[in-house]
């Protein structure tokens, strides 16, 4: 089977850094994506990895390890406009292109 | 960037009718388009893939003749959810791949469908 695994909720305070991390199994592995989502809104894409190591786009960024089915989204100078959604999707191509999302990782940011 | 949009953003219907649901590539040709579903505090649940002029993929546990998919040219995909009932009342979200990229996905902005 395939599943996804983040944490539910992380709290933390503005200016401050945070990891939210992700586990996954998975077949026909492609690659692992960050997605932000606001409350009422659509996705967003943050970020995407398909080979191991660090990822950086501005404030965040994307760390993949495939020998270890383990990423991490790491945020830095938080901003209370953080405050959101974001999910973890494996990308696996197994007759056919898909993409599995976590069940998200609520992230409050707090003055 | 590629835009993708959904019409319509939000629908009331009442129980037992149909609602159509349209997905359209701006600026791009979409060669494969993804819906989702996504219920209050839930993650995203894909339903189904469609590929142009052919038949969409259904995910283990959609009925495909609940939700019918028509993916009917590179730009537009549609979702139908036919007799709906207010179990199906979610946040419906479709994305799209030009084909080049096949692990990018532009997201629409979503349809909140809600029966009564």
């Known amino acids: 089977g395939q599943s996804l695994e983040q944490p539910s909720e992380v709290t933390a305070v503005e200016g401050a850094i945070v990891q939210i991390n992700c586990t996954y199994q998975t077949s026909g592995f492609y690659g692992l994506s960050w997605y932000q989502q606001h409350d009422g809104g659509a996705p967003t894409f943050l970020s995407y990895n398909a080979l191991d190591g660090l990822e950086e786009t501005g404030r965040f960024s994307s760390f993949l390890s495939r020998s270890d089915s383990y990423g991490y989204l790491l945020l830095q100078e938080l901003q209370m406009k953080d405050s959101a959604s974001y999910f973890c999707a494996v990308s696996r191509n197994t007759g056919g292109f898909k993409t599995i999302f976590g069940a998200g990782t609520r992230l409050f940011v707090k003055a | 960037g590629a835009v993708v949009s959904q019409h319509p953003s939000w629908v009331i219907c009442k129980s037992g009718t149909s609602v159509k649901i349209e997905c359209r590539s701006l600026?791009?040709?979409?060669?494969?388009m993804f819906w989702y579903r996504q219920f209050p505090k839930q993650s995203l649940m894909l339903m189904a893939t469609?590929?142009?002029?052919?038949?969409?993929?259904?995910e283990q546990g959609v009925e495909k003749d609940k939700f019918l998919i028509n993916h009917a040219s590179l730009t537009l995909s549609t979702l139908t959810v036919t007799s709906a009932h207010p179990e199906d009342s979610s946040f419906y979200i479709c994305?799209?791949?030009?084909?080049?990229?096949?692990?990018?996905?532009?997201f629409g902005p979503g349809t909140r469908l809600t029966v009564l």
């Open positions: 600026d791009f040709q979409a060669t494969t």
């Open positions: 994305s799209a791949s030009d084909g080049h990229h096949t692990d990018t996905q532009y």
């Open positions: 469609s590929n142009e002029g052919s038949k969409a993929t259904y």
